[in-house]
C-alpha cells in the first residue's frame, strides 16, 4: 500500500510501486490535467511539483513520490487564480492548450525561487516544455507579467 | 462594405422553433450544394453533407447560448465562430454560453477543421442566423408594445425603445419571436457598426485549459472503460507474421490480446480513410501502464508485405492502386527523387515558349530545393474512445472532420449513420493529422471485439512512426535572364513521394511571358496527408529562395522585384488561371516592408530574410530578423504582414500568426523523419528535433491590412513564408545558400548541387 499525498488531499494506492505518476495521476486518481506527451521526459507536458520540485510525472515512479507532496495543475491554486494561471489568461496564451498545464507547472517552480526572472532564466527554466504552436513567445510574455503580478502581491 | 441586405437563396432557409420549456432556437439551413458554391468548396469533399445549421439558443431568463459547429484544435474556432452569431444578434459577449456542438452535419453543417475554412466557410450563415433571430426579436418586442419597428433599438441582449423609455431583455421576448416566421429578408450589420468584432476576445475555454479540466480526447472517461494499445509492424512495407499472446496475456490487467483486420478485403477507401497497416496487435487491459508493459511482452514475427493492392473510392467509380513492397529509405528515396527529376513529367501550365527563352538566354539560374517528410507531433497523441455494440457506437475523441470518418464507420461496424454518435472532444493540436480517422475507426473496432467502452491511446511512438506524414519533396527551378537581366522565362519542375507539390496556377506564374511548370511522383508505402498548409509548406520555401537568388542575380532588391512581377501580373497578367490577386499580394509585401523598417541602416546588425505567399486564401509577408547567437543562427525579431480580410478576433489571429511563424521556424530549421530499411529513424522527441523556447524569436510584430473584405482563413497561411525567409536570412548570416530541409540538420545526403548547365 503507497500512500501518496496529492493536492494536500491523503491517497492509499494498492498498486505497481514501478508505475510512473503520470499514469496514477491519470488513471487511478482521475486528475488528467497532467498530461502525456512523449513517455521519456523530453516535452514536459506532464510536469508535476514534487515537493516543490518540477519533476517529469512520465518518468517518475509513484514509489518515489510516497509520502512526499505532490502538486498537479488542479492544485496549483484554489481558485485557478494563481498569477501564472492569471496572466496566462490575461495574454490569452493558448492555442491548443494541450501542453499548457505542463508549462505553467514549470514556470511555477521558477517564480517560486525567482521572484524575478531574466530572459535567460526563463528560457533555461523553460527549455524542457514543447508547444507545437509554437506559444513560447506569449509563455514567456506571461511568465513575466505572473512576476509582476507577484512581486505586487 | 455597406449595409448589406441579403436575401437568401431558394435553397437556404432559416427555421425557428419553440425551445422545450420556453424560449427561441433559431437554426439556419442551407443545402449542400450552396454550401459547396458559396464557399468555393470542391476537391475531398464527401457528397454526403446536408444542411447547415448554425444554433442560437434563448431562455427567458435571457441566457444565449451558441453552439460552435466545428472542431477546435487551437485555431480558436470555439471563439471566433460563436463571435460572429453574438454580434449580428446585439448580443453581450460576456455573457454568452458556448458549448461544442455535437456531430451533426445536417443541423450544423460541414464541420470540419482544415483548409483554414472555419471562419470562411460559416461566415455568412452564422451572421445570418445571428441577423434573423434578432429581426425576430425586435418584431416579437413591437407586437407586445404595438410600437413600429423602426422604433426600436438594440444593445446587449436587450431591447429599446426611446420614446416610451421601454427596455426589455431578449429574452422576454424569446418565446413570442420563436412564433414569428423568419424574415425572407435579412439585413446584417455594416462592418464598421460591429461591436465583437475586429476586436480581442479571450479564448472561451482559457481557464479551463489553465485549470487542467478535462477537455481533450486522452482525458475523457466513462466509467468501466478499458485502455487499449496497438503494436502496428516495425517499418513500412512490413506485416503481421504470427504472434504469441501468452506473456501479455498473463500481465496483470490484461483484459484481451488479438490482431485487428481494420478494412475488409476490396474495401473502398475514401480520400481521408488512409491507413498505414490494416493489421495491427490489440492489448486491452485496465490501465494505460498495465497495457504498455504487456504490450512489451508480445512476441511478433513480421514480414515484408511486398507489392500490396488498396482500392480506392473515386468520383468515377473505384480503382485499384499498387503499394509498392519496397523496405525504403532516405538515401534510396533521395537517389530515387534524382532519378525521376530528370525523366520528362506530366505538363501542368505552359505559357509562351520558354523552351525558346532559355534557349536564348543570356543567364540560367537553375536551382534544387529537397525537403523530408515531417511528422505532424500534435502534442497530444492520437487516440479515441469508442463503446461499440451491435446495435450503436458511440465515440469521443479528437477528430478533424467527423463527416468523413462517419461513412467508414457506419461501413465496417455494418450500422446505419444513425446509431453512430461521434462527440468532438478538443483536441491537443491536428495541423491536419487528425482529419484521417484510422484511429477512431480502430477504436471502435476494439471496442465491439471486446464488447466493452474502450479508450485507444497511441504512445509517442506509435504516433511518430505511423506515417500519414508530410510527403517527401524536390522541385528544381529554372529562370533565363536576357542579356538585360530581365526575367524572360521561369521553369519549375517538381516531384515527390509519393506526390509532388506544384501548384501550377499560383505566381509567379501571370508574370512571366515564358512559364512551364511539371510535376512527377514517385508511389512509396509512406503513408501521407495533410500537415498544416499542404504543399503550399514546401513551395514557399523553395520558390521564395530562388526568387531571392534571381533577385539577386538581376540586382534587384527582393522586395521590388515581386512588386514588380505582381504589378506586372495585374496590368497585363499571362495566361487566365493566374490563382492569386496581385495588388493583396503586394498589399502584404508593402506592408511588412514599411512595418519591419526594410533597408533602413538601424537594421543593418539584421541578417534579414524576405518571404511573401497566398494559399488557402488569404496573403502573408514575413521579414525574418537572424542574428548568429553562440555561433548558431538565432531569429530573433519577425515582422509579418497579413491580409485574411476582416480579422474576428484581433489578439487570437496575432497569436496564430506568431505560433505559425514559430512553428515554421522550428520545421526549417530542424524538421525531419527519415526512414532506413522501412523504419521511421524518428520515434520520440528525443530523436525528432522540435523548436524550444529559447529558440523561438523575442520579437514577432504581426500587422494586418485592414480592409472589409469577408473574412478568410489564418491557421495555415502564415507558416509555408516562414521557410523561405528563414532561408533567405540564413543565406545572409552564413553567405551560403540552403536548398535542403532541415536547414541546420542536413540529411545524410543530399541531391546533386545545382549546375546551370543542364540544357532544356
Known amino acids: 500500500m503507497l500512500k501518496l499525498n496529492i493536492n494536500k488531499k491523503d491517497y492509499e494506492l494498492n498498486i505497481d510501486p514501478n508505475t510512473p505518476l503520470l499514469w496514477v495521476l491519470r488513471d487511478i486518481v482521475g486528475l488528467v490535467g497532467t498530461k502525456y506527451g512523449c513517455g521519456i521526459a523530453q516535452c514536459g507536458a506532464c510536469t508535476v511539483h514534487l515537493n516543490g520540485e518540477a519533476v517529469r510525472s512520465c518518468v517518475t515512479t509513484v514509489s518515489r513520490a510516497a509520502g512526499q507532496k505532490v502538486v498537479t495543475i488542479e492544485g496549483l491554486s484554489v481558485n485557478g487564480d494563481h498569477p501564472l494561471q492569471q496572466a496566462w489568461l490575461e495574454l490569452d496564451v493558448s492555442q491548443c492548450g494541450y501542453c499548457q498545464a505542463g508549462q505553467i507547472m514549470s514556470a511555477a517552480v521558477l517564480l517560486k525561487e525567482n521572484k524575478n526572472p531574466t530572459d535567460k532564466d526563463i528560457d533555461n527554466a523553460m527549455e524542457g516544455n514543447i508547444c507545437r504552436c509554437g506559444t513560447y513567445l506569449r509563455i514567456h510574455k506571461a511568465i513575466q507579467l505572473a512576476a509582476e503580478i507577484q512581486r505586487k502581491g | ?760
Open chain 2, 1 to 760: 462594405m455597406e449595409p448589406s441586405k441579403t436575401t437568401h437563396s431558394r435553397r437556404s432557409f432559416l427555421r425557428s422553433s419553440l425551445l422545450a420549456g420556453g424560449g427561441l432556437m433559431i437554426s439556419f439551413s442551407w443545402l449542400p450544394e450552396a454550401v459547396k458554391a458559396a464557399n468555393g468548396i470542391d476537391a475531398g469533399v464527401p457528397g454526403q453533407w446536408s444542411e447547415l445549421t448554425g444554433y442560437i439558443r434563448i431562455t427567458p431568463d435571457n441566457v444565449i447560448r451558441i453552439l460552435n459547429p466545428n472542431p477546435e484544435f487551437g485555431q480558436n474556432v470555439m471563439t471566433s465562430l460563436p463571435m460572429i452569431i453574438a454580434e449580428e444578434l446585439d448580443a453581450d459577449w460576456e455573457k454568452i454560453v458556448v458549448e461544442m456542438g455535437p456531430h451533426d452535419n445536417v443541423k450544423l453543417g460541414p464541420q470540419f477543421t482544415g483548409g483554414s475554412n472555419s471562419v470562411r466557410m460559416y461566415w455568412k450563415p452564422m451572421r445570418e442566423a445571428g441577423a434573423a433571430a434578432r429581426a425576430m426579436l425586435l418584431q416579437a418586442a413591437a407586437g407586445t408594445w404595438s410600437v413600429p419597428v423602426e422604433e426600436l433599438t438594440t444593445k446587449a441582449a436587450t431591447i429599446f425603445h426611446e420614446k416610451s423609455g421601454r427596455s426589455a431583455t431578449y429574452g422576454s421576448f424569446a418565446t413570442k419571436a420563436a412564433a414569428i416566421p423568419v424574415p425572407k429578408e435579412i439585413h446584417t450589420k455594416a462592418v464598421k457598426d460591429f461591436k465583437i468584432l475586429r476586436k480581442a476576445q479571450k479564448n472561451v475555454e482559457g481557464s479551463k485549459i489553465v485549470t487542467g479540466k478535462p477537455l481533450f480526447g486522452l482525458d475523457y472517461h466513462q466509467e468501466g472503460m478499458l485502455i487499449a494499445m496497438i503494436q502496428h509492424p516495425p517499418a513500412f512495407g512490413m506485416k503481421l507474421q504470427s504472434f504469441d499472446a501468452s506473456q501479455a496475456l498473463g500481465m496483470p490487467g490484461i483484459k484481451d490480446v488479438f490482431s485487428l483486420k481494420l478494412y475488409p478485403e476490396g474495401f473502398e477507401q475514401g480520400g481521408f480513410d488512409t491507413r498505414t497497416f490494416n493489421e495491427l496487435l490489440v492489448v486491452v487491459g485496465k490501465t494505460t501502464w498495465e497495457v504498455m508493459n504487456a504490450r512489451k511482452k508480445l512476441v511478433a514475427q513480421w514480414q515484408p508485405a511486398g507489392d500490396t493492392k488498396d482500392t480506392m473510392a473515386g468520383r468515377n467509380g473505384k480503382r485499384e492502386v499498387t503499394v509498392p513492397g519496397e523496405l525504403e529509405s532516405t538515401d534510396s528515396q533521395l537517389a530515387k527523387m534524382e532519378a525521376f527529376s530528370k525523366q520528362p513529367a506530366q505538363q501542368l501550365r505552359k505559357d509562351g515558349d520558354p523552351e525558346s527563352a532559355f534557349r536564348n538566354a543570356a543567364q540560367i539560374i537553375e536551382r534544387t530545393y529537397n525537403a523530408p517528410f515531417l511528422a505532424h507531433n500534435c502534442m497530444e497523441p492520437m487516440n479515441f474512445f469508442a463503446d461499440v455494440t451491435d446495435e450503436k457506437a458511440l465515440l469521443a475523441g479528437p477528430l478533424q472532420a467527423p463527416g468523413w470518418t462517419e461513412p467508414t464507420l457506419s461501413k465496417i461496424l455494418n450500422l446505419p449513420p444513425e446509431k453512430i454518435e461521434i462527440r468532438m472532444t478538443r483536441m491537443g493540436g491536428g495541423f491536419g493529422r487528425r482529419a484521417y480517422g484510422h484511429y477512431l475507426s480502430e477504436a471502435a473496432l476494439i471496442s465491439r471485439k471486446v464488447k466493452a467502452p474502450v479508450k485507444l491511446i497511441y504512445t509517442r511512438e506509435d504516433d511518430m512512426t505511423y506515417g500519414i506524414y508530410r510527403p517527401m519533396y524536390t522541385a528544381t527551378y529554372r529562370a533565363a535572364l536576357d542579356a538585360n537581366k530581365n526575367l524572360i522565362a521561369f521553369h519549375v519542375k517538381g516531384g515527390g513521394i509519393p506526390e509532388h507539390a506544384i501548384h501550377a496556377n499560383r505566381f509567379p506564374a501571370g508574370a512571366v511571358d515564358n512559364y512551364l511548370a511539371e510535376g512527377w511522383q514517385i508511389p512509396s508505402n509512406i503513408t501521407i496527408g495533410a500537415f498544416r498548409a499542404p504543399r503550399s509548406n514546401f513551395n514557399a520555401a523553395a520558390e521564395q529562395s530562388f526568387l531571392d537568388e534571381v533577385a539577386e542575380a538581376m540586382g534587384k532588391d527582393p522586395i521590388d522585384l515581386r512588386l514588380e512581377l505582381l504589378k506586372r501580373a495585374k496590368e497585363k497578367p499571362i495566361g487566365e488561371k493566374n490563382d492569386y490577386d496581385a495588388d493583396r499580394y503586394a498589399g502584404v509585401l508593402q506592408l511588412v516592408r514599411e512595418k519591419s523598417g526594410w533597408g533602413k541602416p538601424e537594421n543593418k546588425k539584421y541578417h534579414r530574410g524576405v518571404a511573401a505567399y497566398f494559399c488557402h486564401n488569404s496573403y502573408a509577408a514575413h521579414v525574418v530578423d537572424m542574428v548568429m547567437k553562440d555561433g548558431r543562427p538565432f531569429v530573433e525579431r519577425v515582422y509579418s504582414a497579413m491580409d485574411c480580410g476582416i480579422v474576428i478576433n484581433t489578439d487570437a489571429a496575432t497569436n496564430m500568426v506568431e505560433g505559425a511563424v514559430t512553428d515554421g521556424i522550428g520545421n526549417a530549421f530542424y524538421g525531419r523523419l527519415s526512414h532506413k530499411e522501412g523504419k521511421a529513424e524518428q520515434n520520440n522527441f528525443h530523436r525528432y528535433r522540435m523548436i524550444r523556447h529559447s529558440e523561438a524569436p523575442d520579437k514577432i510584430e504581426v500587422h494586418f491590412v485592414q480592409n472589409d473584405l469577408d473574412p478568410t482563413g489564418l491557421g495555415e497561411p502564415p507558416f509555408p513564408p516562414v521557410f523561405g525567409a528563414v532561408a533567405n536570412a540564413l543565406y545572409k548570416a552564413t553567405g551560403k545558400r540552403h536548398y535542403d530541409q532541415p536547414y541546420l540538420n542536413p540529411p545524410p545526403k543530399t541531391a546533386t548541387k545545382p549546375e546551370n548547365k543542364r540544357p532544356f
